[in-house]
């Protein structure tokens, strides 16, 4: 017996035109010519609600017809189809059978233990119908499984007869309450939901082995608890400004309150993240002394201790961190009153506190001043300063004396020129005809004698 020899790609090319052009549409009455003579003309036959038309073409050994349904369709189909009777029409006929049984209005029927109460939405283009058992669940069935009666109840019915359905109604687990039954059965027959209410006022649904096992004893709360509880630090005892802590306070929500005492008397509970922050605050009553707690110089006053004192704050590690202060007359219960005192009232709502003469120095009356825009950015600490004659300035305040660009000044003193040749020096060259006379004009505007 010989071995069957695997076709080549050119082999298998002219098979596959071959077999396209069978399959090509021949409108006239010839098309039957050329193919076997056993296959049958069926043009002009009635299957169902399919009348043949003409013959299509021939598709591994399969006659095809080209025919027209009732419903004015055409559709292309193979004669072994046809003669059984496995095809009758285009599709119509099954969308018109699925579409009956649909849309047929079953509410108020009984199948089984069902008891059909309206439809529901279509889920994935199917009918569902609200159906009621007679144990009390509600559930969505499927149209088709009702008519064909494939669901007669919500496994209740078998119920009596499974060793593991065991009525949880009224029973405690850990912090839960059984109140009743969710759902009956999960899809694949085992398993019961149950409705149960925490201690804390929660409604939480349970599978019944997870309550019989002790894997789910409360609706999250306690798990919430001891968690804060191992992140917890004792705050009792401590001091927070004008606050005492007395001891722990009921919880709002997730957050940690502690119950305090003002040194005016006053008893009130706090948020731990607000004390943390807040280490000078009060429980509102030194408020009423100056009535500016709304004010800008609150503002400010508040934000040079935030910067110096409170390890958190954005700007500590320039401030605090390098040991940066503020000085004790403007701390404690009349701070803001003795700050207020010695700086006075803002000049204008675009002035700042600005530590000068010595910039590195800490916050106190002698070393602060409400300073400008431009005064704050000429005392940075990254300003470079120039020195001629004994006089001082930055970069940007003798460039608005002579008139150089401040790039034109930075450029001539990283070039390691001198103060005299850095001022003095005009901008265009010297056989420029405005050499001399700009010459004499900045070596007028900074007090040097004209040469």
């Known amino acids: 017996m010989g071995l069957a020899v695997p076709k080549t790609p050119e082999a298998r090319n002219r098979s596959r035109v071959k077999e396209n052009r069978s399959m090509a ?25 399919l ?53 047929k209005d079953l509410t108020g029927q009984r199948v089984g233990r069902w008891t059909v109460l309206r439809r529901s939405k279509r889920k994935s283009r199917r009918v569902y119908w609200k159906c009621r058992c007679e144990c009390g669940f509600e559930k969505d069935i499927l149209a088709d ?3 064909h009666k494939r669901s007669l109840s919500c496994g209740c019915s078998g119920r009596a007869h499974r060793p593991n359905c065991i009525d949880l109604v009224g029973q405690r687990f850990g912090r839960l309450t059984v109140l009743k039954v969710a759902q009956r059965y999960r899809e694949n027959g085992t398993g019961t939901l149950w409705r149960c209410q925490c201690d804390c006022g929660n409604f939480i649904n349970v599978w019944a082995k997870y309550l019989r ?22 705050l009792t005892g401590r001091r927070f400004g004008r606050l005492t802590v007395l001891g722990r306070a009921e919880n709002s929500g997730k957050r940690t309150y502690w119950r305090c005492r003002c040194d005016c008397g006053k008893v009130k509970d706090y948020w731990a993240g607000r004390l943390n922050n807040n280490r000078d605050g009060g429980c509102g009553c030194q408020q009423g002394t100056h009535r500016m707690s709304q004010s800008s110089e609150w503002r400010t006053w508040q934000g040079i201790k935030e910067r110096c004192l409170n390890p958190l704050g954005s700007g500590y590690a320039r401030y605090g961190a390098k040991g940066i202060k503020v000085c004790d007359r403007w701390l404690g219960e009349n701070g803001f009153d003795n700050f207020y005192a010695d700086m006075g009232e803002k000049p204008t709502p675009s002035h700042t506190l600005d530590r000068f003469p010595d910039r590195q120095g800490d916050y106190e009356p002698k070393n602060c001043r409400w ?31 002579t008139g150089i660009g401040s790039g034109t000044l930075l450029r001539r003193y ?10 003095t020096t005009p901008c265009v060259r010297r056989a420029h005809p405005e050499y001399m006379q700009q010459l004499a004009d900045l070596r007028e505007r900074i007090g040097l004698p004209i040469e």
């Open 371 to 401: 300073a400008t825009k431009r005064e704050q950015g000429a005392n940075r600490e990254s300003v470079v300063e120039i020195t001629l004659q004994d006089i001082t300035l930055c970069v940007a305040e003798w460039s608005r004396r």
């Open 25 to 49: 549409s021949v409108s006239s009455s010839h098309g039957l010519r050329n193919h076997s003579p056993k296959l049958k003309d069926i043009r002009g036959n009635v299957y169902g609600r």
């Open 145 to 147: 499984s009702l008519l």
């Open 414 to 423: 990283h070039a390691g020129w001198s103060p005299l040749d850095m001022l």
């Open 51 to 103: 009348t043949v038309i003409r013959f299509a073409g021939v598709k591994k050994n399969l006659a095809y017809w080209d025919c027209r349904c009732e419903c004015g369709a055409r559709k292309v189909i193979d004669g072994h189809s046809l003669r059984r009777g496995k095809t009758a029409s285009c599709g119509c006929q099954a969308r018109e059978r699925i579409a009956a049984l649909n849309f």
């Open 213 to 234: 096992s002790g894997k789910t004893q409360s609706c999250g709360c306690y798990q919430r608890e001891r968690t804060s509880i191992a992140r917890l630090v004792d």
